[in-house]
Every structure is written in C-alpha cells, then in structure tokens.
C-alpha cells in the first residue's frame, strides 16, 4: 500500500501459497467464504490444496504460535461470472468471529457508490519505502465516478468496475494489495464496495485505483454461497 | 534413521484383495507393520487401515494375476518396492521385477526346472533371493545384474540387460516432470519419505503438492530447483540433489502449452515481451547477476523461456514474475498481463436476464457437460423441476430458473465444480438488464463492524 499507515481491518485476509507466503488478499463475507480477485489465482479448476486463509493478525509475518492468528485452508474455488474478475474462495472450516476477525458487508444489488464518497483499501502489499511493509496499511480514497475516472484511462473502465483515489501521486494499492477491500463506511457499518485488482503501477499521478464493483455482482455471491 | 516404509511404495485409499488370504490382521503402526513385512519372506505388501490402525499382511503385489484394487477410504496399500520396480539399483541383487528374457531375446528357463540347464539355484535351497517362475534375478549378485538360465540349449544363461534406475528414466529441463525410481542421493545417501516429517521436517506434504508426484522416498523436483533432489534419512544432511542421467536432445517441458499476449493457468508457458511488473519495476535481464544474484540464468533453465528481462514463470508460482532492477525489491510479479480467456465459443444467444431462454445448449462456458435437472448426482440440486415447474427444467439444458442477473446456468458434471454459467451469450442488440435493490431497503446486523482501536487507545490516555 503506497502512502497508507497501520490500521486495522478485521475482513482483510491474507491469502498464503503452499510455502505459507502472502500473495494476495481477500475480504471475509461470510465465516465460510472470501472474496478476491481472480487475477491472483493460476485457475478455477485445479486444486487449490494448500493455500490458506489468515486472520486475525495485523502482521504480515506472526509468530507462528500466535495465539489470535487464524490460518485455514482453502477447500474450493469458484470463479465469478464472465468480465467479473472476481473469485470466490470457501474455507475448510468456518472462521472465528471475534476482535480481531469481522466480516464485511455486502453492498445492495446494483448499488453505485456516490461519487466522493471516503472509502478505504487495505492490505500487506508493497509500500515502496513510504511505509512499514511487516504490517497491514489502510490507505483512505475517495470515488470518483467512471464518468470522471474515463477521462484518465480512455474510457477502458467499464460499468462492472470503479475508481477511486486521488490524481496526486503517491498514494494506492500496490503488489501484494490486490484481491482486498475497498470498503466505504454506509448505515454504520463498513460495506465491501470494491475489490482491489492490478493496474499498471503503484500510486501513479492522474491514475486513479480500479476496483471490481461488488454491487454488480451481489446475486452471484449470494447465490455461491447459498447454493 | 531411516524408515521401515522407505522399502514400500504407497497407494492411498486402496484395497488391495488377492486370492488368499493371511490369517489374521493384527494392530500395528505403519512402521511396525512394514518392519514385520519386510522380515517375513512371503510378505510381499500389506494393507493398513488408518482408522483401526490394523495391519494385514499380503502374499501379493497388485502386480499379480488374481488380485484386485480396490478405492478405500480409511486404507493405504503398501508394496515392497522391488516388486514394483523394473530397473535396477546397484547390482540388482534385490530385484524382483517381471522381465523373463535375456538382453539378446532368449525367454528364461524356470528356477525349479532343471531342464535344459541343470543348475544349484533352486527356489528351494534359496528362498530369500526370489526365484519366481522364470524371471531374471541375480542370485550370486554379479556385477552384471540379472541375469537367468535360458531355454535355449546351446547359451546356459545370459544377462538380462535389465536398465539401473538412475539410467532408465532421463531428466528433461530441470527434471520437474521426473518420476522415476532414484532413491538415494548424489552422495548416497537414502531419501527420506515425502510422506514423513523426520528427521527432516519439511513443507513439501504430498497431499498438499498433489501434482508433484511426491511418491514414496523417490528423488523429486518440487520447487524448481537445478535438477531432483530429496531430503535424506541422514539427521546432519537436510537435502541433497540425485544424480540422475539427463536425456540427449532437445529438451522441453511436457505438455506445455505456449502462449504470447496473454497467459493460461499459472504463465508457465508465457512467452511475451511485457518486462515490466505490475508495480511498475523494470525487471532485471535473467542473464545477469545484478541487482539480484539468482540460479534462474538460461543456462540453468534452458525450458522457461528466460529470455532478455521478460516476465516469466520459471519456478512454477502464481503467476509470470521477473527479478527487479531496484536493488530493494528482489521479485515482483507481473498481474498485470492478461490472461487468455479460456472460454469456450458460446453457441448459442439469450435476451434479457435469460429466464425465458429454451434453447438446447448444456454446456457451461468451460465445456463441462451439464447434469441433467432431475438428476442427484453428482450434485444434490436445489432447484429442480419440482421446485420450479414453470422453467422450463427439461434434460440438461442451460436453464435459468432464479432469475440470475449473469444468465443461464446448470449443475454441472463435474463432482467439483457445483453449478456455473453456460456457453450462451446475450443476443446482439439486447443489452443485459441490471437488478437493483433498494439501499434503503437494505439492513445489515452483524457484519461490518470493528473495534476502532485506536480510538480507544485515545480515550484510555
């Protein structure tokens, strides 16, 4: 996270490959499911034995006798509607709730963020010198609407996506953020508007964040994990 | 210390039933049960069941006539290796492999027959060297390997020219695809079991790395390393690399699919010009040793594609990533690039949300067939033709019965892939309806909240 500072978000998971190391993150919206970016997975379709979930820690490396540390391991995956990007992931066992481990809200069906609305990203990627890497950065960003976020990206953001952040530069998701929340806070309760995925560099002037729009996606979600 | 079960090979969840059986099972620990095995002569594999943790001595490998495997939850079966194998190690003195003719193609004479060559290695004198019907064995352990009498009155007996196992399977690239039977180290040393967590304990759990063949105590390449390599029985010597023979020729990776703008599964097989990370970094040349001092050279890997400083997958990760031209940032990855869409062509279109489609397709987008509606297997449906009667449920066409807002769906065939949407496509013109709710309507009640801590820090001060 370029130009984020420690915080806490107790839905921002930290997912781990088979040597146990962060790669991407996620958001817990149910005790059995998180939500990601496809883009950080190889397929839908292979086993995914091995990976695990954490929580409960804002480390990026605990101890691993951690006693508030959760790791548990990805059972299934299932990959998001067509341009979606998104990826659901169901855990072995369900997570613990607790200080420390939330889940975050969905937002209503076809629901667009307004406009300047302060949302926020967190996550373990890199900060390149601007912060402390061993830890989890929360960075604030504000919408910005597709209309607006258009004029800097030649109309490529389409309506299944949104932006935020600001021009200036400095300040995003970076290496290591993607498949996190952009959650805005609505009705007093933190709402996962967004979903963190690659763009082309880190904290760059006049390039604003993309986000996959969750609202877009809301039946698939629920329906993965009613079904 | 060495394992008792490094003299076994193991197949997970299987039964195997021979045609007699031992009479009696008897509680034991896998080891204890192999090391039994391993001291009675007719023991040739045994049963393990997980759950009684009883052991059951077999006369049989499931290489022989009569015997049958069966799938089995709660039971392992274990073979004596040399039963299992048909190369060699060392001489080949505990060889007990199949081959029952000689280098130049003359078939053997039985070990009990003295005709046409009358000779002193009977089954019967000597029990313990595995004189089985006619197969080649080595009874005096002559430097030559296995060797038999033949049936041919004029040569008494012949070397078999049976391959040693370091010789018989080559490496190709950096031996990631090897699964051939070397167990032992450079050194000599013997492997440890994949399987086992001493004396070495270790990541690389075979269930968890189930594409890496991680069998037995067998030389493997799980990591991407210079060539196969194993942890060793030895307390003092973590892991060491096998020597094993290379194969002459053009070596390339198996069934590797090559692609160039974009990449498929998990970019091994990139093969595109992006040199940029998706932070941004230039990514250092895989020829060079600065910034970033590294084993991952051309030379090294001569099947990844290391090519100028291009993104690449050399070592199998999540996806296509280079070493960094700023000295703080050793790798990145390069998400960044697309990935191939591996679609299946849509054959068919839909309007609206597709409730009222009736079309034949039943496919999903991946090509998995779809499972008939009235069908409970492989899944359990939720949505039948019961539960929807006006939706049009028949065989198993791509149907949707819920009014999902992503179109047609079905169950698929695939035990592990529920339910997904189906090879069609919205009609040209008809633009996708989009569901809304209302916000207002909208509650949350236990999710998304947190403990602010650091406001409550404040107020503690």
């Known amino acids: 996270m370029i130009g984020g500072r420690p915080g806490n978000s107790p839905w921002t998971v930290s997912l781990r490959n088979r040597e146990g190391t962060h790669f991407c993150g996620g958001s817990l919206v149910s005790r059995n499911w998180i939500i990601s970016t496809k883009q950080c997975f190889s397929s839908c379709y292979t086993e995914h034995r091995g990976y695990e ?8 490396n605990p101890m691993p006798n951690d006693p508030e540390k959760q790791a548990i391991p ?14 659901m992931l169901e855990l072995e066992r369900p997570a613990t709730l607790n200080a420390r481990v939330a889940l975050i809200c969905l937002p209503p069906q076809g629901y667009i963020v307004p406009e300047a609305t302060t949302c926020e990203i967190a996550g373990w990627g890199e900060t390149q010198g601007t912060g402390d890497d061993n830890v989890l950065n929360i960075l604030s960003v504000p919408v910005m609407s597709n209309k607006k976020c258009n004029q800097h990206y030649r109309s490529h953001v389409p309506e299944t996506e949104m932006c935020a952040g600001t021009l200036e530069r400095g300040a995003g998701a970076c290496e290591r953020d993607y498949g996190g929340p952009l959650a805005c806070f609505t009705h007093e309760c933190w709402v996962l508007e967004g979903v963190i995925i690659p763009g082309r560099g880190c904290g760059r002037a006049r390039q604003p964040g993309i986000f996959v729009r969750v609202a877009v996606f809301v039946d698939w979600i629920k329906k993965v994990m009613a079904l | 210390q060495r394992s008792s079960l490094n003299d076994y090979h193991r197949s997970k969840g299987v039964r195997l039933q021979g045609p007699t059986d031992w009479p009696q099972e008897e509680p034991f620990s896998e080891e204890e049960c192999a090391s039994q095995c391993t001291r009675i002569l007719q023991c040739r594999a045994f049963n393990y069941n997980l759950q009684s943790k009883q052991c059951k001595l077999l006369y049989w490998t499931s290489r022989e006539q009569g015997t049958q495997r069966h799938r089995h939850n709660h039971i392992d079966l274990y073979e004596k290796k040399d039963y299992m194998q048909e190369c060699i190690m060392d001489r080949g003195f505990a060889y007990r492999g199949r081959v029952s003719k000689t280098k130049s193609g003359k078939l053997c004479q039985k070990w009990t027959s003295s005709v046409p060559h009358e000779h002193r290695n009977t089954p019967a004198d000597f029990p313990e060297k595995g004189l089985d019907l006619n197969y080649c064995r080595n009874p005096d352990n002559h430097e030559n390997g296995p060797w038999c009498y033949t049936t041919d009155w004029n040569t008494r007996l012949e070397d078999c020219g049976i391959a040693r196992c370091d010789q018989d399977v080559c490496l190709l690239c950096n031996g990631e695809d090897y699964n051939g039977f070397v167990d032992r180290t450079e050194s000599g040393r013997e492997c440890q079991r994949w399987d ?20 037995d105590n067998y030389c493997r390449n799980p990591d991407g390393s210079l060539r196969p390599w194993c942890y060793t029985v030895d307390p003092n010597v973590e892991r060491e690399y096998c020597n094993i023979r290379k194969c002459a020729g053009q070596h390339k990776l198996k069934e590797l699919e090559i692609t160039k703008p974009c990449f498929k599964h998990n970019g091994v097989g990139y093969r595109g010009t992006v040199a940029q990370t998706s932070a941004s970094n230039t990514c250092q040349r895989w020829d060079q040793q600065h910034p970033h001092a590294h084993e991952f050279t051309p030379e090294n890997y001569p099947c990844k594609g290391l090519d100028e400083n291009y993104c690449r997958n050399p070592d199998g990760s999540e996806a296509p990533w280079c070493f960094t031209t700023d000295e703080g940032i050793r790798t990145a990855f390069c998400f960044q690039l697309q990935r191939c869409d591996d679609d299946i062509e849509p054959e068919d279109c839909y309007t609206g949300n597709g409730t009222k489609y009736r079309g034949f397709v039943s496919k999903t987008r991946k090509g998995i067939p779809c499972q008939r509606w009235n069908s409970n297997t492989p899944h359990q449906p939720r949505v039948t033709p019961t539960t929807h009667p006006n939706a049009g449920l028949r065989e198993n066409y791509c149907r949707n019965p819920d009014g999902d ?15 997904d949407y189906c090879a069609i496509r919205t009609c040209e013109g008809h633009a996708k309806p989009t569901n809304k709710e209302d916000p207002e309507l909208v509650t949350f009640d236990s999710c998304g909240r947190r403990e602010d801590r650091e406001i409550s820090n404040k107020k503690s001060r």
Do not use: F, R
């Open chain 1, 53 to 60: 979930a954490w929580m409960g820690t804002v480390l990026k």
């Open chain 1, 74 to 87: 990805i059972q299934n995956v299932v990959c998001g509607p067509k341009g979606s990007n998104l990826i």
């Open chain 2, 196 to 215: 086992l967590s001493y004396p070495h304990s270790h990541k690389y759990q075979p269930e968890k790395y189930a594409e890496k063949n991680l069998d």
């Open chain 2, 405 to 419: 807002s992503h179109g047609p769906w079905c169950y698929t065939t695939n035990p592990k892939v529920q339910w």
